[in-house]
Protein backbone atom coordinates (compact mmCIF):
# COMPACT_ATOMS: atom_id res chain seq x y z
CA UNK A 1 0.00 0.00 0.00
CA UNK A 2 2.79 2.78 0.75
CA UNK A 3 4.73 1.70 -2.35
CA UNK A 4 1.38 2.18 -4.25
CA UNK A 5 0.43 5.29 -2.70
CA UNK A 6 4.26 6.31 -2.94
CA UNK A 7 4.26 5.28 -7.02
CA UNK A 8 1.07 7.34 -7.55
CA UNK A 9 2.02 10.81 -6.12
CA UNK A 10 5.24 10.88 -8.25
CA UNK A 11 3.52 9.57 -11.41
CA UNK A 12 0.62 12.48 -10.35
CA UNK A 13 3.34 14.76 -10.47
CA UNK A 14 4.80 14.11 -12.97
CA UNK A 15 1.66 13.59 -15.51
CA UNK A 16 0.51 16.87 -14.68
CA UNK A 17 3.29 19.25 -13.36
CA UNK A 18 1.32 19.89 -10.62
CA UNK A 19 1.62 20.05 -7.04
CA UNK A 20 -0.42 17.09 -5.92
CA UNK A 21 -1.50 17.41 -2.57
CA UNK A 22 0.09 13.99 -1.53
CA UNK A 23 3.17 13.71 0.73
CA UNK A 24 5.47 12.82 -1.26
CA UNK A 25 7.06 10.55 1.47
CA UNK A 26 3.81 8.44 2.48
CA UNK A 27 4.16 6.07 4.99
CA UNK A 28 1.23 4.27 6.65
CA UNK A 29 0.60 4.88 10.84
CA UNK A 30 2.02 1.20 12.83
CA UNK A 31 -1.33 1.04 14.58
CA UNK A 32 -2.93 0.83 11.60
CA UNK A 33 -0.75 -1.97 9.97
CA UNK A 34 -2.20 -5.17 10.06
CA UNK A 35 -0.47 -7.48 12.64
CA UNK A 36 -1.70 -10.89 11.45
CA UNK A 37 -1.65 -13.17 8.27
CA UNK A 38 -4.65 -12.05 6.36
CA UNK A 39 -5.55 -16.02 5.77
CA UNK A 40 -6.63 -15.42 2.02
CA UNK A 41 -6.91 -18.85 0.32
CA UNK A 42 -4.08 -19.86 -1.83
CA UNK A 43 -5.46 -20.33 -5.37
CA UNK A 44 -4.08 -20.40 -8.46
CA UNK A 45 -5.83 -18.22 -11.51
CA UNK A 46 -7.41 -21.64 -13.24
CA UNK A 47 -8.75 -23.03 -9.64
CA UNK A 48 -9.93 -19.56 -9.05
CA UNK A 49 -11.68 -19.35 -12.45
CA UNK A 50 -13.17 -22.84 -11.87
CA UNK A 51 -14.26 -21.80 -8.39
CA UNK A 52 -16.67 -18.67 -9.64
CA UNK A 53 -18.01 -20.56 -12.14
CA UNK A 54 -19.11 -23.39 -10.26
CA UNK A 55 -20.69 -21.02 -7.99
CA UNK A 56 -21.92 -18.76 -11.27
CA UNK A 57 -23.90 -22.25 -12.10
CA UNK A 58 -26.00 -22.27 -8.66
CA UNK A 59 -27.41 -19.42 -9.44
CA UNK A 60 -30.60 -19.72 -10.55
CA UNK A 61 -31.66 -17.28 -12.74
CA UNK A 62 -34.45 -15.86 -15.61
CA UNK A 63 -31.99 -16.84 -18.72
CA UNK A 64 -32.35 -20.67 -16.77
CA UNK A 65 -35.21 -21.05 -15.76
CA UNK A 66 -39.32 -19.87 -15.14
CA UNK A 67 -39.81 -17.76 -12.38
CA UNK A 68 -43.10 -17.59 -11.46
CA UNK A 69 -42.83 -15.06 -8.18
CA UNK A 70 -45.81 -13.14 -7.85
CA UNK A 71 -46.17 -9.37 -7.64
CA UNK A 72 -42.71 -9.07 -8.75
CA UNK A 73 -42.97 -9.10 -12.34
CA UNK A 74 -40.04 -11.60 -12.99
CA UNK A 75 -40.14 -11.27 -17.07
CA UNK A 76 -37.42 -11.55 -19.76
CA UNK A 77 -34.92 -8.59 -20.00
CA UNK A 78 -34.35 -7.76 -23.57
CA UNK A 79 -30.51 -8.39 -24.08
CA UNK A 80 -30.29 -5.31 -25.77
CA UNK A 81 -31.19 -3.13 -22.75
CA UNK A 82 -27.31 -5.04 -21.60
CA UNK A 83 -25.65 -4.10 -24.80
CA UNK A 84 -26.82 -0.32 -24.28
CA UNK A 85 -26.49 0.04 -20.74
CA UNK A 86 -22.53 -0.97 -21.73
CA UNK A 87 -21.75 2.28 -23.77
CA UNK A 88 -18.87 4.34 -22.15
CA UNK A 89 -20.98 6.98 -22.60
CA UNK A 90 -23.41 6.22 -20.17
CA UNK A 91 -21.46 4.16 -17.83
CA UNK A 92 -18.74 6.48 -17.46
CA UNK A 93 -20.53 9.52 -17.18
CA UNK A 94 -20.32 11.12 -13.67
CA UNK A 95 -22.78 12.49 -12.03
CA UNK A 96 -20.26 15.52 -10.71
CA UNK A 97 -20.00 16.18 -14.81
CA UNK A 98 -21.45 19.82 -15.78
CA UNK A 99 -24.94 19.30 -17.49
CA UNK A 100 -23.80 20.17 -20.90
CA UNK A 101 -21.91 17.50 -20.98
CA UNK A 102 -24.78 15.12 -20.46
CA UNK A 103 -27.12 16.42 -22.50
CA UNK A 104 -27.64 12.57 -24.62
CA UNK A 105 -28.37 11.28 -20.39
CA UNK A 106 -30.54 14.36 -19.39
CA UNK A 107 -32.59 13.78 -22.80
CA UNK A 108 -33.27 10.47 -21.73
CA UNK A 109 -34.02 11.01 -18.17
CA UNK A 110 -36.72 13.72 -19.62
CA UNK A 111 -38.04 11.49 -22.41
CA UNK A 112 -38.82 8.66 -19.91
CA UNK A 113 -40.41 10.73 -17.40
CA UNK A 114 -42.56 11.81 -20.52
CA UNK A 115 -43.32 8.52 -21.91
CA UNK A 116 -44.32 7.89 -17.50
CA UNK A 117 -46.74 10.49 -17.76
CA UNK A 118 -48.51 9.02 -21.22
CA UNK A 119 -48.75 5.10 -19.50
CA UNK A 120 -49.84 6.00 -16.26
CA UNK A 121 -52.05 9.19 -16.82
CA UNK A 122 -50.15 11.54 -13.99
CA UNK A 123 -48.74 14.85 -15.20
CA UNK A 124 -45.45 15.02 -13.75
CA UNK A 125 -42.22 12.06 -12.52
CA UNK A 126 -39.42 12.41 -10.74
CA UNK A 127 -37.07 9.67 -11.31
CA UNK A 128 -34.76 9.60 -8.15
CA UNK A 129 -36.40 7.06 -5.68
CA UNK A 130 -34.42 3.92 -5.81
CA UNK A 131 -37.26 1.58 -5.41
CA UNK A 132 -40.63 1.07 -5.15
CA UNK A 133 -40.70 1.29 -1.60
CA UNK A 134 -39.03 4.63 -1.68
CA UNK A 135 -41.68 5.62 -3.96
CA UNK A 136 -43.96 5.41 -1.61
CA UNK A 137 -42.02 7.10 1.02
CA UNK A 138 -41.39 10.45 -1.50
CA UNK A 139 -45.09 10.30 -2.33
CA UNK A 140 -46.32 10.41 0.95
CA UNK A 141 -43.53 13.20 2.11
CA UNK A 142 -45.61 14.89 -0.94
CA UNK A 143 -48.70 14.19 0.13
CA UNK A 144 -47.87 16.07 3.75
CA UNK A 145 -46.24 19.16 1.73
CA UNK A 146 -49.90 19.27 0.39
CA UNK A 147 -51.50 19.21 3.34
CA UNK A 148 -48.97 21.39 5.20
CA UNK A 149 -49.24 24.10 2.38
CA UNK A 150 -53.06 24.08 2.59
CA UNK A 151 -52.84 24.36 6.11
CA UNK A 152 -55.00 20.32 6.76
CA UNK A 153 -54.21 18.39 9.86
CA UNK A 154 -54.36 14.99 8.65
CA UNK A 155 -52.00 12.31 10.35
CA UNK A 156 -54.12 8.72 9.44
CA UNK A 157 -53.28 7.03 5.81
CA UNK A 158 -55.95 3.66 4.93
CA UNK A 159 -53.89 0.42 3.88
CA UNK A 160 -56.82 -2.47 2.45
CA UNK A 161 -55.17 -5.38 4.73
CA UNK A 162 -54.18 -6.93 1.30
CA UNK A 163 -51.76 -4.64 0.70
CA UNK A 164 -48.07 -5.12 0.65
CA UNK A 165 -46.12 -4.60 3.40
CA UNK A 166 -44.07 -2.07 2.20
CA UNK A 167 -47.45 0.12 2.47
CA UNK A 168 -47.74 0.49 5.90
CA UNK A 169 -44.15 0.78 6.10
CA UNK A 170 -43.90 3.70 4.50
CA UNK A 171 -46.99 5.35 5.54
CA UNK A 172 -45.43 5.21 9.49
CA UNK A 173 -41.96 6.22 7.99
CA UNK A 174 -43.25 9.04 7.12
CA UNK A 175 -44.77 9.83 10.05
CA UNK A 176 -48.30 8.89 9.16
CA UNK A 177 -50.44 6.58 11.65
CA UNK A 178 -51.85 3.51 9.43
CA UNK A 179 -55.31 2.51 9.54
CA UNK A 180 -56.06 -1.10 8.59
CA UNK A 181 -59.15 -1.45 5.91
CA UNK A 182 -60.10 -4.92 6.01
CA UNK A 183 -60.76 -6.04 2.37
CA UNK A 184 -63.44 -8.13 0.97
CA UNK A 185 -62.41 -12.01 0.15
CA UNK A 186 -61.53 -11.32 -3.02
CA UNK A 187 -59.27 -8.47 -1.86
CA UNK A 188 -61.57 -5.74 -3.36
CA UNK A 189 -62.82 -2.44 -1.06
CA UNK A 190 -66.16 -2.25 0.49
CA UNK A 191 -67.40 1.15 0.06
CA UNK A 192 -69.13 1.35 3.26
CA UNK A 193 -66.59 0.22 5.15
CA UNK A 194 -64.23 2.36 3.66
CA UNK A 195 -66.63 5.53 4.72
CA UNK A 196 -66.60 4.22 8.45
CA UNK A 197 -62.75 4.91 8.90
CA UNK A 198 -62.80 7.82 6.48
CA UNK A 199 -62.16 10.81 8.63
CA UNK A 200 -61.41 14.17 8.08
CA UNK A 201 -58.05 13.58 9.94
CA UNK A 202 -57.41 11.08 6.36
CA UNK A 203 -54.54 12.30 4.53
CA UNK A 204 -54.56 9.49 1.57
CA UNK A 205 -55.50 5.83 1.22
CA UNK A 206 -52.83 3.28 -1.12
CA UNK A 207 -54.52 0.75 -3.33
CA UNK A 208 -52.45 -2.11 -5.50
CA UNK A 209 -54.87 -1.98 -9.08
CA UNK A 210 -55.16 -4.61 -9.55
CA UNK A 211 -54.88 -5.92 -5.97
CA UNK A 212 -52.56 -8.43 -4.48
CA UNK A 213 -55.24 -11.07 -5.32
CA UNK A 214 -55.20 -10.39 -9.11
CA UNK A 215 -58.47 -8.42 -8.81
CA UNK A 216 -58.97 -5.03 -10.94
CA UNK A 217 -60.89 -2.68 -8.12
CA UNK A 218 -64.57 -2.30 -10.22
CA UNK A 219 -65.10 0.34 -7.62
CA UNK A 220 -62.15 2.27 -8.15
CA UNK A 221 -64.10 5.82 -9.54
CA UNK A 222 -66.57 5.67 -6.48
CA UNK A 223 -63.77 4.73 -4.13
CA UNK A 224 -61.99 7.82 -5.59
CA UNK A 225 -65.02 9.86 -5.83
CA UNK A 226 -66.35 9.05 -1.73
CA UNK A 227 -62.13 10.04 -1.38
CA UNK A 228 -61.86 13.05 -2.74
CA UNK A 229 -64.76 14.54 -1.08
CA UNK A 230 -63.85 13.73 1.82
CA UNK A 231 -60.45 15.82 0.68
CA UNK A 232 -58.31 12.75 1.34
CA UNK A 233 -56.01 11.73 -1.63
CA UNK A 234 -55.37 8.44 -3.61
CA UNK A 235 -51.92 7.08 -3.37
CA UNK A 236 -51.29 4.30 -6.24
CA UNK A 237 -48.73 1.65 -5.76
CA UNK A 238 -48.03 0.54 -9.11
CA UNK A 239 -46.14 -2.74 -8.56
CA UNK A 240 -48.96 -4.37 -10.65
CA UNK A 241 -49.38 -1.96 -14.05
CA UNK A 242 -48.07 -5.22 -15.86
CA UNK A 243 -51.44 -5.62 -16.01
CA UNK A 244 -52.73 -2.39 -17.05
CA UNK A 245 -50.62 -1.06 -19.85
CA UNK A 246 -52.63 0.59 -22.83
CA UNK A 247 -56.37 -0.23 -21.10
CA UNK A 248 -56.16 2.07 -18.10
CA UNK A 249 -54.44 4.89 -16.45
CA UNK A 250 -54.28 4.92 -12.53
CA UNK A 251 -54.54 8.95 -13.48
CA UNK A 252 -58.11 8.34 -15.13
CA UNK A 253 -58.84 6.28 -12.32
CA UNK A 254 -58.89 9.23 -9.67
CA UNK A 255 -55.25 8.84 -8.17
CA UNK A 256 -53.42 11.88 -7.26
CA UNK A 257 -49.58 10.20 -6.73
CA UNK A 258 -48.07 7.19 -7.57
CA UNK A 259 -44.66 4.86 -8.21
CA UNK A 260 -43.56 3.00 -11.16
CA UNK A 261 -41.07 -0.01 -9.94
CA UNK A 262 -39.26 0.02 -13.60
CA UNK A 263 -37.21 -2.73 -12.52
CA UNK A 264 -40.64 -4.95 -12.96
CA UNK A 265 -42.91 -3.53 -15.41
CA UNK A 266 -40.11 -2.10 -17.44
CA UNK A 267 -37.64 -5.23 -17.23
CA UNK A 268 -34.76 -4.57 -15.67
CA UNK A 269 -32.40 -7.41 -14.12
CA UNK A 270 -33.48 -7.26 -10.40
CA UNK A 271 -34.06 -9.94 -7.18
CA UNK A 272 -32.56 -10.33 -3.98
CA UNK A 273 -33.07 -6.63 -3.31
CA UNK A 274 -32.35 -4.47 -5.76
CA UNK A 275 -31.39 -3.01 -8.38
CA UNK A 276 -34.20 -0.63 -8.70
CA UNK A 277 -35.94 2.48 -9.42
CA UNK A 278 -39.17 3.66 -7.86
CA UNK A 279 -40.29 6.93 -10.01
CA UNK A 280 -43.12 8.92 -7.91
CA UNK A 281 -45.93 10.49 -10.30
CA UNK A 282 -47.83 13.12 -9.00
CA UNK A 283 -50.86 15.10 -10.65
CA UNK A 284 -50.20 19.09 -11.54
CA UNK A 285 -51.16 20.46 -8.09
CA UNK A 286 -48.62 18.39 -6.97
CA UNK A 287 -45.72 18.88 -9.19
CA UNK A 288 -44.52 21.53 -7.04
CA UNK A 289 -43.39 18.93 -4.35
CA UNK A 290 -41.38 16.73 -6.22
CA UNK A 291 -37.74 16.07 -5.62
CA UNK A 292 -34.99 17.91 -6.92
CA UNK A 293 -33.42 17.89 -9.35
CA UNK A 294 -35.79 17.91 -12.09
CA UNK A 295 -35.06 17.41 -15.21
CA UNK A 296 -35.78 20.57 -17.23
CA UNK A 297 -35.62 22.06 -21.39
CA UNK A 298 -34.19 25.42 -21.29
CA UNK A 299 -33.81 27.14 -24.60
CA UNK A 300 -33.29 23.74 -26.50
CA UNK A 301 -31.09 22.60 -23.65
CA UNK A 302 -31.51 19.93 -20.88
CA UNK A 303 -30.36 21.36 -17.18
CA UNK A 304 -30.97 20.50 -13.94
CA UNK A 305 -32.89 22.82 -11.23
CA UNK A 306 -32.17 22.29 -8.08
CA UNK A 307 -33.80 25.50 -6.93
CA UNK A 308 -37.56 24.90 -6.25
CA UNK A 309 -38.91 26.14 -3.08
CA UNK A 310 -41.44 23.70 -2.59
CA UNK A 311 -39.71 20.66 -3.18
CA UNK A 312 -39.40 17.60 -0.40
CA UNK A 313 -35.79 18.44 -1.19
CA UNK A 314 -33.79 15.16 -2.68
CA UNK A 315 -34.44 11.62 -1.53
CA UNK A 316 -31.26 9.85 -3.16
CA UNK A 317 -28.09 11.09 -4.12
CA UNK A 318 -27.64 13.08 -7.64
CA UNK A 319 -30.71 11.70 -10.45
CA UNK A 320 -31.97 8.35 -9.26
CA UNK A 321 -30.93 4.81 -10.96
CA UNK A 322 -30.01 5.77 -13.62
CA UNK A 323 -28.62 2.25 -15.29
CA UNK A 324 -32.55 1.11 -14.59
CA UNK A 325 -33.82 4.41 -16.13
CA UNK A 326 -31.88 3.51 -19.07
CA UNK A 327 -33.03 0.25 -19.54
CA UNK A 328 -36.61 1.14 -18.88
CA UNK A 329 -36.36 3.70 -21.46
CA UNK A 330 -34.71 1.81 -24.26
CA UNK A 331 -37.81 -1.51 -23.13
CA UNK A 332 -40.67 1.63 -24.40
CA UNK A 333 -39.19 3.00 -27.24
CA UNK A 334 -38.30 -0.83 -28.62
CA UNK A 335 -41.92 -1.62 -28.11
CA UNK A 336 -43.88 1.34 -28.19
CA UNK A 337 -47.82 2.35 -27.22
CA UNK A 338 -48.84 -1.00 -29.06
CA UNK A 339 -46.52 -2.94 -27.55
CA UNK A 340 -47.13 -2.33 -23.89
CA UNK A 341 -50.32 -2.68 -24.76
CA UNK A 342 -49.35 -6.18 -26.24
CA UNK A 343 -47.75 -6.59 -22.89
CA UNK A 344 -50.26 -6.28 -20.69
CA UNK A 345 -52.43 -8.27 -22.76
CA UNK A 346 -50.29 -11.13 -23.30
CA UNK A 347 -49.12 -10.55 -19.17
CA UNK A 348 -53.28 -11.18 -18.10
CA UNK A 349 -54.19 -14.27 -21.00
CA UNK A 350 -51.07 -16.34 -19.84
CA UNK A 351 -52.15 -15.84 -16.20
CA UNK A 352 -56.22 -16.76 -16.56
CA UNK A 353 -54.93 -19.87 -18.80
CA UNK A 354 -53.13 -21.00 -15.55
CA UNK A 355 -55.41 -20.04 -13.50
CA UNK A 356 -57.97 -21.57 -15.47
CA UNK A 357 -56.28 -25.09 -15.48
CA UNK A 358 -56.20 -24.93 -11.67
CA UNK A 359 -59.20 -23.64 -10.63
CA UNK A 360 -61.43 -27.02 -10.87
CA UNK A 361 -58.47 -28.60 -8.42
CA UNK A 362 -57.24 -26.03 -6.36
CA UNK A 363 -59.07 -23.48 -4.07
CA UNK A 364 -59.17 -20.59 -5.87
CA UNK A 365 -60.22 -17.32 -3.17
CA UNK A 366 -60.92 -14.85 -6.17
CA UNK A 367 -63.10 -16.64 -8.44
CA UNK A 368 -62.15 -18.18 -11.71
CA UNK A 369 -60.73 -14.68 -13.69
CA UNK A 370 -57.49 -12.35 -12.80
CA UNK A 371 -55.63 -10.30 -14.40
CA UNK A 372 -51.79 -10.50 -14.37
CA UNK A 373 -51.20 -13.00 -11.73
CA UNK A 374 -53.37 -15.21 -8.95
CA UNK A 375 -53.61 -16.85 -5.84
CA UNK A 376 -54.07 -20.56 -5.55
CA UNK A 377 -55.00 -21.75 -1.63
CA UNK A 378 -53.56 -25.24 -1.89
CA UNK A 379 -54.65 -28.02 0.51
CA UNK A 380 -53.01 -31.26 0.30
CA UNK A 381 -53.06 -33.91 1.45
CA UNK A 382 -50.97 -35.47 4.93
CA UNK A 383 -50.75 -32.13 6.04
CA UNK A 384 -48.29 -30.87 3.37
CA UNK A 385 -48.39 -27.35 3.69
CA UNK A 386 -47.96 -24.77 0.66
CA UNK A 387 -44.08 -24.09 2.11
CA UNK A 388 -43.31 -27.69 1.45
CA UNK A 389 -45.19 -27.72 -1.76
CA UNK A 390 -43.10 -24.14 -2.97
CA UNK A 391 -39.74 -26.38 -1.96
CA UNK A 392 -40.69 -29.40 -3.73
CA UNK A 393 -41.13 -27.33 -6.76
CA UNK A 394 -37.36 -26.18 -6.61
CA UNK A 395 -36.15 -30.30 -7.07
CA UNK A 396 -37.74 -29.92 -10.36
CA UNK A 397 -35.97 -26.95 -11.02
CA UNK A 398 -37.99 -23.91 -10.56
CA UNK A 399 -38.19 -20.96 -8.49
CA UNK A 400 -40.63 -20.93 -5.75
CA UNK A 401 -43.96 -18.62 -6.20
CA UNK A 402 -44.41 -16.06 -3.73
CA UNK A 403 -46.06 -17.71 -0.47
CA UNK A 404 -48.00 -16.51 2.41
CA UNK A 405 -48.74 -13.27 0.85
CA UNK A 406 -51.15 -11.93 0.78
CA UNK A 407 -51.64 -12.32 4.76
CA UNK A 408 -55.71 -12.73 4.04
CA UNK A 409 -55.62 -15.50 1.93
CA UNK A 410 -54.57 -19.10 3.92
CA UNK A 411 -51.86 -20.87 2.60
CA UNK A 412 -51.40 -18.43 -0.26
CA UNK A 413 -49.49 -19.44 -3.41
CA UNK A 414 -49.22 -16.40 -5.24
CA UNK A 415 -48.02 -17.12 -9.23
CA UNK A 416 -47.14 -14.08 -12.08
CA UNK A 417 -46.31 -15.98 -15.41
CA UNK A 418 -45.48 -13.17 -17.06
CA UNK A 419 -46.10 -12.20 -20.57
CA UNK A 420 -42.78 -13.31 -22.07
CA UNK A 421 -43.43 -17.31 -21.00
CA UNK A 422 -44.46 -19.89 -23.63
CA UNK A 423 -47.75 -22.27 -23.46
CA UNK A 424 -44.65 -24.97 -23.12
CA UNK A 425 -43.29 -23.60 -20.21
CA UNK A 426 -46.63 -22.85 -18.54
CA UNK A 427 -48.29 -25.81 -19.35
CA UNK A 428 -44.91 -27.90 -17.76
CA UNK A 429 -45.16 -26.42 -14.30
CA UNK A 430 -48.83 -26.58 -14.51
CA UNK A 431 -48.26 -30.63 -14.55
CA UNK A 432 -45.01 -30.31 -12.05
CA UNK A 433 -47.53 -28.54 -9.34
CA UNK A 434 -50.32 -30.96 -9.54
CA UNK A 435 -48.12 -34.01 -9.76
CA UNK A 436 -47.28 -32.27 -6.48
CA UNK A 437 -49.78 -31.74 -4.70
CA UNK A 438 -52.28 -34.75 -6.40
CA UNK A 439 -49.45 -37.24 -6.22
CA UNK A 440 -46.75 -36.99 -4.33
CA UNK A 441 -48.42 -35.29 -1.69
CA UNK A 442 -51.42 -38.23 -1.20
CA UNK A 443 -48.32 -40.95 -2.14
CA UNK A 444 -44.93 -40.15 -0.69
CA UNK A 445 -45.65 -37.39 1.68
CA UNK A 446 -42.39 -37.61 3.29
CA UNK A 447 -40.45 -36.87 0.03
CA UNK A 448 -41.90 -33.57 0.15
CA UNK A 449 -41.77 -32.95 3.95
CA UNK A 450 -38.02 -33.45 2.91
CA UNK A 451 -37.68 -31.25 0.24
CA UNK A 452 -35.33 -30.03 -1.64
CA UNK A 453 -32.89 -32.98 -1.99
CA UNK A 454 -31.67 -31.84 -5.40
CA UNK A 455 -30.07 -27.86 -4.56
CA UNK A 456 -26.88 -27.31 -3.41
CA UNK A 457 -28.44 -27.18 0.38
CA UNK A 458 -31.05 -28.63 1.82
CA UNK A 459 -34.15 -27.18 3.80
CA UNK A 460 -32.68 -24.25 5.84
CA UNK A 461 -34.17 -23.77 9.32
CA UNK A 462 -35.03 -20.60 8.50
CA UNK A 463 -35.82 -19.15 11.41
CA UNK A 464 -32.40 -19.82 13.02
CA UNK A 465 -30.99 -18.76 9.54
CA UNK A 466 -32.61 -15.08 10.13
CA UNK A 467 -31.51 -14.96 13.93
CA UNK A 468 -28.37 -16.64 13.70
CA UNK A 469 -26.88 -15.68 10.13
CA UNK A 470 -23.70 -16.82 9.61
CA UNK A 471 -21.88 -13.59 7.97
CA UNK A 472 -17.80 -15.11 7.76
CA UNK A 473 -16.23 -17.59 4.89
CA UNK A 474 -14.21 -19.36 8.49
C1 LIG B 1 -42.60 -5.05 -5.21
C2 LIG B 1 -43.77 -4.38 -4.57
C3 LIG B 1 -43.60 -3.22 -3.78
C4 LIG B 1 -42.23 -2.69 -3.36
O1 LIG B 1 -41.40 -2.40 -4.42
P1 LIG B 1 -39.80 -2.49 -4.30
O2 LIG B 1 -39.33 -1.99 -5.61
O3 LIG B 1 -39.47 -3.94 -4.04
O4 LIG B 1 -39.40 -1.62 -3.15
C5 LIG B 1 -44.73 -2.58 -3.31
N1 LIG B 1 -45.96 -3.07 -3.56
C6 LIG B 1 -46.16 -4.20 -4.29
C7 LIG B 1 -47.57 -4.68 -4.53
C8 LIG B 1 -45.06 -4.89 -4.80
O5 LIG B 1 -45.25 -6.02 -5.51
Known amino acids: MEKLLNELSSEC???????????????????????????LPNAAENDLLRHFTNLSRKNYALSTAFYPLGSCTMKYNP????RI?????????HPYQPAETMQGILEIMHGLERDLCEVSGMDAFSLQPAAGAHGEFAGLLIIAAHFKAIKEKRHKIIVPDSAHGTNPAS????????????????GSIDIEKLKEVLTKDVAAIMLTVPNTLGVFEKEIVEISKV??????????????????????????????VMHINLHKTFSSPHGGGGPGSGPVGVKSFLEQF????????????YVLNYKKSKTIGSVKAFMGNFPVILRAYIYIKALGGDGLKNVSAQAVLNANYMLAKFKDKIAVPAGGRCMHEFVLSPKAANGIRTLDIAKRLLDYGYYAPTVYFPLIVEEAMMIEPTETESKETLDKFIEILNKIIFEEAVNEPQKVKDAPVNTPVARLNEVEAARKPTLKWK
Open 13 to 39: KAAYEINCDMETDVSIPDHLKRKSDLG
Open 79 to 82: LINE
Open 85 to 93: AKFESFNMA
Open 171 to 186: AAFAGYETIPLKSEPD
Open 227 to 256: CHENGTLLYYDGANLNALMGFARPGDLGFD
Open 290 to 301: LPVPRVEKKDEK
